[in-house]
């Protein structure tokens, strides 16, 4: 996002983000130097609003890990009509969140339908923690066996495999 916030900063206002300081305060986008700043010298969060437009959807699973990766919900679903999915900021979209959190919690949390519900995107947010934690490994496979049997090789789509 850094690009588009330093050709116009308006981006973070279209977007309903704000910039987070490492104390956790919110600061003026107007007061911060965008062009002294890189993917090395970055001292900001950047937090999206919840609501309609946020990229997260309505559900968040987080995970304990260095990478700050978490599970999430998404507001174009479309994307999984796609063949190439890979689209995202590291984090990982899940098809079908209402699922995937009942399955997790052990216990029927939300409806199938409900974050599809008028009025949902309005709702506060709201945490459930686990009974027990749940192990969730990711991985990124440079090459598989389809279901013939055969190796297929895949796009390096993080250019990992360099």
Request: glycine share 6%.
């Amino acid at each position: 996002m850094l690009p588009k916030i330093q050709n116009n900063t308006g981006f973070l206002e279209a977007n309903n983000i704000e910039v987070i300081d490492s104390k956790g305060n919110r600061i003026d986008p107007e007061d911060v130097d965008w062009a002294a700043l890189s993917v090395n010298k970055f001292p900001y969060r950047l937090r999206q609003d919840t609501g309609a437009d946020n990229s997260l959807g309505l559900l968040k699973v987080e995970l304990k890990n260095p990478l700050a990766i978490y599970l999430h919900d998404t507001n174009a679903r479309y994307l999984f009509a796609k063949n190439e999915r890979w689209r995202s900021h590291g984090c990982v979209r899940v098809q079908r969140p209402t699922d995937l959190a009942n399955f997790m919690a052990g216990e029927k949390l939300l409806e199938n339908d409900s974050l599809e519900e008028n009025g949902a995107y309005s709702l506060p947010p709201e945490s459930h923690a686990l009974p027990q934690k749940v192990p969730v490994f990711l991985l990124y496979l440079g090459a598989d066996i389809d279901e013939n049997g055969k190796l297929v090789y895949y796009k390096d789509v993080y250019g990992w495999d360099a």
